[in-house]
């Protein structure tokens, strides 16, 4: 049994997500930014994690969802400034699911990530990202203790999944 912890991150937020999860993790492991991903051979279960960009995957992390190959076991996880559970989030991970559709999705997570500050002060001066930018404010803290928990509890049940 091997897993694959895998993540796009641009200022942190994903990459402590996926610290978590690889932490929950008690078999054989990798860690490993997805840039520095050369082959997925020989894993059982690839968790896969990226910041949603636009509402959907970050255009860097494109190739690695869609090289998988077919029946890849893999847990979709993302970090996002607006609020959890909601639907833009949701449609992130749908539009994630739709590239990487050769693969098998075991589940999928998602929790806030603090947003660049800068991001937020360009997008709140334009009428129809205002509010999107301002509900990313409360994203500020996260991910806490409790998200990264929760990540844990993910990976626990994603493994459970696959009897292990
Ligand atoms: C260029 C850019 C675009 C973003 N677009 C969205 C978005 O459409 N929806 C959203 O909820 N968050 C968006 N965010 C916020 C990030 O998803 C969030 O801050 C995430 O936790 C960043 O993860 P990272 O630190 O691993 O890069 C965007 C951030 C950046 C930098």
Wanted: with cysteine; net charge positive; glycine share 10%.
């Amino acid at each position: 049994m091997k897993v694959l912890v895998t993540y796009y991150s641009l200022t942190g937020n994903t990459e402590k997500l996926a610290r978590s999860i690889y932490e929950a993790i008690h078999v054989e492991k990798e860690l490993r930014p997805i840039q520095e991903v050369k082959s997925v051979e020989g894993y059982d279960v690839i968790f896969v994690g990226f910041p949603v960009h636009a509402h959907s995957v970050p255009a860097k992390a494109l190739p690695f969802f869609k090289n998988l190959p077919e029946g890849q076991n893999i847990a979709l996880f993302c970090t996002h400034g607006s609020l959890r559970g909601g639907r833009l989030p949701k449609q992130a991970l749908e539009h994630a699911i739709g590239i990487a559709a050769r693969a098998k999705i075991l589940g999928t997570f998602g929790v806030r990530g603090k947003v660049d500050v800068t991001l937020i002060e360009a997008l709140i001066k334009q009428a129809e990202h205002r509010a999107w930018a301002e509900e990313a404010q409360g994203a500020c803290g996260h991910p806490n203790e409790s998200d990264l928990a929760d990540g844990k509890t993910f990976a626990r049940e994603i493994l459970a999944k696959i009897g292990r």
